[in-house]
Structures are given as structure tokens and as C-alpha cells.
């Protein structure tokens, strides 16, 4: 009791007074989910604390999106069950900051940095831009060095990079959770910050379950917002994942972001925009929506400055399976690299169901040996091979010797199958990978 005691005085005593006087403003209108409010000059990102007149009751915060005609356009991060017209709403906090700290690690948080796994409250008295701190585009260091996943697929024929930034994409069900739940637990970093925004929330007691027990749990820091939640807090629990992240990279920490899911990120900034009056442009995502994606990507990465990084993994559903899907297409063409599961592979038992061929790591030729990228490239071209003539075979329509390319990939078929699959307690660290794939391979 006397050691939280002491700890509250001694956060007040490094807080600045603010003596000036509050503004206040009141309800005017509320309309589906935005909400009007007079008399308050708060800037966009800003909190505010609407005051529902009832002792005890639950709390209503909202959040400025915007301004139209001298009022100020809010979004409650709730239901709006107690809300009426003429409540007294107060601006609260730092607009536009988010607190971030060592403290965090060890612990799960909502979008707002309470704790949301029983433990005491959470007293980090640094803070962080919401939207980051903005660089240069030459003080991003190059990728150079190989990050271990601990995926044996993913460490021999895609090798990640520190501070690369790469796209799970999958249709629902595959197994994308399961993959990031594996490389969550295997990948060598210093620090590992999880954003699960948007999904289900037994999926979220799970992985706290799994990842906040013994020594895991030092490096770890997870922020959940299930998908039961209004768009703009699953907005910023993406955020805080990334400026948490963004404040361990600047201490020169090897930072490992994972956010689950990238989609339903787009989705929460969609219902933003199209609240806002935004026009849908791309199968009903506004430009705003797709836009967000990129200013969350860009925001991972090498520092020069402190030489920490961020290597950022993101996992995108393509809804209906559909690889053209805005978001997916956007994702693509921002990432460093993508990893692509099938669907058919899954069906047939092969976990995780990398699609090796559809695959890329754009950085794997510059951080690997070249006998690793040949071998990668053969390894592509035997699984090709054998793919695009697998129901051939299967009739007994192929006659062996036709193509030596193939006669190859179906003596291996076997093994190749083996290599990209893995139990989720296997670890396979890179150079074991890059071993285990030269003695498959050979020297051919």
C-alpha cells in the first residue's frame, strides 16, 4: 500500500500543474455515430470526457474527427446508450499523445493504455505522438541483416530482414493467427509489440494466455481491441501499437510489430471517412481509408539516428480470397515483401500453408549468401513445376522423362511438402533452415 502511495506522489510530482482555465462545451447533435458539440476548441485527435450526469455510471469518451460550421465533430469511443442533448463535454489529456514506457511490457492494454489483464493500473510517464514522428527519407537505415522468424519456410525461401516490413495475406481460416502466433514466439527480437485490432476476443484471451507467461512475457506488450468496438478506437489501438514500438525503437531496441489485422485497421479508417462524407472510392473504401495504411506501414523500419528497428509483419485478409482486393493490392504494393497462404494447401493438411511461389521477400538477395537465393529459386521452380502439373500426374496423363524439371519435383513432391510444413512447437532457427534446405536441394 505505502509503495503505491509512493509511487502516485512521485508521478505528481513530476507532472506539470496546469492552472489555466477548461473550456467546456455541450451536445448539440448526435447522428448515427458522430456527434456535435459547441463552445470546445479542441484540435483533431483529442479527447474529451462527456459528462453523463449520473454518479457511478459508465464513462463516455469521444474523440474530435473534425469541424463543420463552428461545431466540433466527435466520435464516442462507445455506445451512445446515455447519451442527450446539453451534456457538458470537457477536453481531456494531451491531444494527439499516447503514453508509451517500459511499462507496458509484460502487459495487455485497450486503445487507451488501461490494462485489460487484471493487473494494476499502468503509470507511464513518457508519451508519444499518435501519428509518429516524422522523418526523413534518408535517415532510414538499409535492411542488412537477416531476422530469424524461427519458421523454417520462411527463414530459407523468404528471408525477412531487420526492419523490413512484410504482408501475411490470406483468405479467413487459413491459419493466419496460427502463423503469427508462431513467429510471436519464436522470432529473435528484443522487444515484441502486438496490435490484435479488429479480432475476435476469445482470439485475444488466447494469446495473452499463450505469450504473457515466464520469460515471454519480459519482451512482450500486447494492445487488443476486439471487434465489438467502435472504428476510431480500433484506429487507435493501432496507433498505440505503433508508437509503443516507435518509442523502443528510439532507445536502440530490436523491435518486432505485429499487427492482426491490417484489413480491419482499413476497415475502422473507412467507417471514419465515410462518416465524414468521404466518397467511396475503391469498392466503397474512401481515399482517406487506403491512405491510412500507408502512413501506418511507413512508420516501421531502421533508424539511423538510434539504431533500433522496427520490422513490422501485418497480416491482411482478402476478403472472399480475392488477391485484388483494394487492400490487399495497396498492402502489396507498399510492403517490403508478402506472404501468401492457400487455401487449398490448408485443405490438404500443410501447416503453415505458405504459398512459396506466390512468396516474396524483396530484400532476401541482399541479406542472404547467394548459394541461399539459388537454392531458394530452384527449390520455387521444382514446387512450380509440380503444382501446375499436379492433376496431370494424379490421372497418370504425364509420362515420365517429358520434362526433367518436373520428373524432379515429383521425386521430391514428399519432401518438399515436409520442408514448408512445421509443428507450432518446432523452432527452426535461419541457419538450420539454410542447412536444412542445401542438404534438400543439393549443389546441382
Known amino acids: 500500500m505505502l509503495k503505491e502511495l509512493d509511487r502516485v506522489l512521485d508521478d505528481l510530482s513530476v507532472t506539470p500543474l496546469n492552472c489555466a482555465p477548461r473550456r467546456f462545451g455541450r451536445i448539440t447533435a448526435c447522428d448515427g ?11 483533431i485527435g ?66 487507451m493504455g488501461q490494462p ?159 462518416l465524414l462524407g468521404e466518397p467511396g472510392a475503391a469498392r466503397g473504401y474512401p481515399p482517406s481509408a487506403l491512405n491510412t495504411i500507408g502512413k501506418l506501414v511507413e512508420r516501421a523500419g531502421n533508424s539511423a539516428a538510434s539504431g533500433g528497428s522496427i520490422t513490422g509483419l501485418y497480416t491482411v485478409l482478402a476478403d472472399g480470397d480475392d488477391q485484388n482486393d483494394p487492400v490487399v493490392d495497396t ?19 500443410q501447416y503453415p500453408a505458405i504459398d512459396i511461389g506466390a512468396s516474396l521477400s524483396r530484400v532476401m538477395t541482399d541479406i542472404v549468401p547467394p548459394q541461399q537465393a539459388i537454392q531458394a529459386r530452384r527449390f520455387r521452380a521444382l514446387v512450380s513445376a509440380y503444382e501446375s502439373n499436379r492433376d496431370l500426374v494424379l490421372m497418370g496423363a504425364y509420362r515420365a522423362g517429358a520434362d526433367p524439371l518436373l520428373d524432379r519435383g515429383i521425386a521430391l513432391a514428399p519432401a518438399l511438402s515436409a520442408f514448408l510444413s512445421q509443428e507450432m512447437g518446432e523452432c527452426v532457427p535461419l541457419p538450420a533452415a539454410a542447412q536444412q534446405l542445401a542438404t534438400l536441394i543439393g549443389h546441382e
Open 33 to 43: 455515430g458522430l456527434i456535435e458539440a459547441s463552445g470546445l476548441t479542441v484540435p
Open 46 to 111: 483529442g479527447l474529451c470526457r462527456i459528462d453523463a450526469g449520473r454518479s457511478g455510471g459508465p464513462e463516455l469518451m469521444a474523440e474530435v474527427i473534425g469541424f463543420r460550421n463552428g461545431r466540433t465533430l466527435m466520435m464516442l469511443l462507445g455506445d451512445a446508450v446515455l447519451l442527450r442533448p446539453g451534456l457538458v463535454v470537457r477536453p481531456e489529456g494531451r491531444p494527439g499523445m499516447v503514453p508509451v514506457g517500459p511499462e507496458f511490457l509484460g502487459r495487455a492494454v485497450d486503445a
Open 116 to 274: 485489460i489483464d487484471g493487473g494494476p493500473p499502468i503509470r507511464a510517464l513518457a508519451d508519444w505522438p499518435a501519428n509518429g514522428r516524422r522523418t526523413g527519407a534518408l535517415d532510414r537505415a538499409s535492411v542488412r541483416v537477416p531476422f530469424d522468424t524461427g519458421i523454417r519456410a520462411l527463414n530459407a525461401l523468404t528471408t525477412f530482414g531487420v526492419g523490413q516490413r512484410v504482408g501475411i495475406m490470406a483468405g479467413s481460416g487459413v491459419g493466419k493467427s496460427v502463423l503469427i502466433d508462431m513467429i510471436a514466439r519464436w522470432a529473435v527480437a528484443d522487444v515484441v509489440v502486438v496490435g490484435l485490432i479488429g479480432e475476435r476476443a476469445r482470439e485475444v484471451s488466447d494469446f495473452v494466455g499463450r505469450h504473457m507467461q515466464g520469460d515471454a512475457a519480459r519482451r512482450t506488450c500486447v494492445v487488443a481491441v476486439p471487434a465489438d468496438h467502435a472504428a476510431n478506437v480500433r484506429l487507435r489501438g493501432a496507433l498505440l501499437a505503433t508508437s509503443l514500438a516507435e518509442h523502443f525503437r528510439s532507445a536502440g531496441l530490436k523491435v518486432l510489430l505485429i499487427q492482426d489485422s491490417l484489413t480491419r485497421i482499413a476497415h475502422a479508417a473507412r467507417e471514419i471517412g465515410i
Open 331 to 349: 498492402a502489396r504494393s507498399i510492403l517490403d515483401g508478402h506472404i501468401v497462404l492457400s487455401r487449398d494447401l490448408a485443405q490438404r493438411g
